[in-house]
Structures are given as structure tokens and as C-alpha cells.
């Protein structure tokens, strides 16, 4: 069982940054491919970025793209989100998650930080 924790969220003005981060345990995550995603009142759930359980591999939502920045530090059993140039449309929840190596879905997952950009 792994258990998740992300921190770092909060309210910050257009154009400003933050950088989330996500705390595991129960598990080494080197086993694990790890993603961040987020949800805004009344849409659907959707991947922000996803990262390989080496690090060797990045994937960005287009609209994420040149703007955030995935990593992780397997020796910390942590993960990270480097959010810049942040704009009202990235506002909404956001959750770390993790799947182990070769399985297609996302077993586990945070409780959640609050992300508020405002105008």
C-alpha cells in the first residue's frame, strides 16, 4: 500500500508560481510511475503531467506544456510540480497519484491540494 500526501498549494495571483509536492510512504515509489492531475469545480478530472518510475520519461497536458515542470527524487519517495506563468484556468484541486510499473490505471491517490490563481 502506498500512501500519498501532497503540499504546497495555495492563492496566488496570474502569472505568479508554486510548486507542489508529493510525499510517499508505505512503499518505496522507485516501483512506480507517478502523475499529478487536477480538478476543477464542475469538470472532470484530468492529467496535468505524468512521469516514469526512473524519471527518464515526462508526459504534459497541452495546456501544461512550457509551463510546468514533473520530477522526482526516489531517494526522498517524492515527486514534484513546478507550476510557472499560472493562470486562472489552472485553479481546481490537485492529486498526486501512482501505479505500479505496466498496470494501465492509477491505484493510489492523495486527498488533495487547493490550487487558486486569481485575475
Known amino acids: 500500500q502506498v500512501r500519498l500526501v501532497e503540499s504546497g498549494g495555495g492563492l496566488v495571483q496570474t502569472g505568479g508560481s508554486l510548486r507542489l509536492s508529493c510525499a510517499a510512504s508505505?512503499?518505496?515509489?522507485?516501483?512506480?510511475?507517478m502523475a499529478w492531475f487536477r480538478q476543477a469545480p464542475g469538470k472532470e478530472r484530468e492529467l496535468v503531467a505524468g512521469?516514469?518510475?526512473?524519471?527518464?520519461?515526462?508526459d504534459y497536458a497541452d495546456s501544461t506544456k512550457g509551463r510546468f515542470t514533473i520530477s522526482r527524487d526516489n531517494s526522498k519517495n517524492s515527486m514534484y510540480l513546478r507550476m510557472n506563468s499560472l493562470k486562472p484556468d489552472d485553479t481546481g484541486v490537485y492529486y498526486c497519484?501512482?501505479?505500479?510499473?505496466?498496470?494501465?490505471?492509477?491505484?493510489?491517490w492523495g486527498q488533495g491540494t487547493q490550487v487558486t490563481v486569481s485575475s
Open positions: 512521469i516514469t518510475w526512473s524519471g527518464s520519461g515526462t
Open positions: 497519484a501512482a501505479k505500479e510499473i505496466g498496470r494501465r490505471n492509477f491505484d493510489y
Open positions: 508505505g512503499r518505496a515509489i522507485i516501483g512506480y510511475d
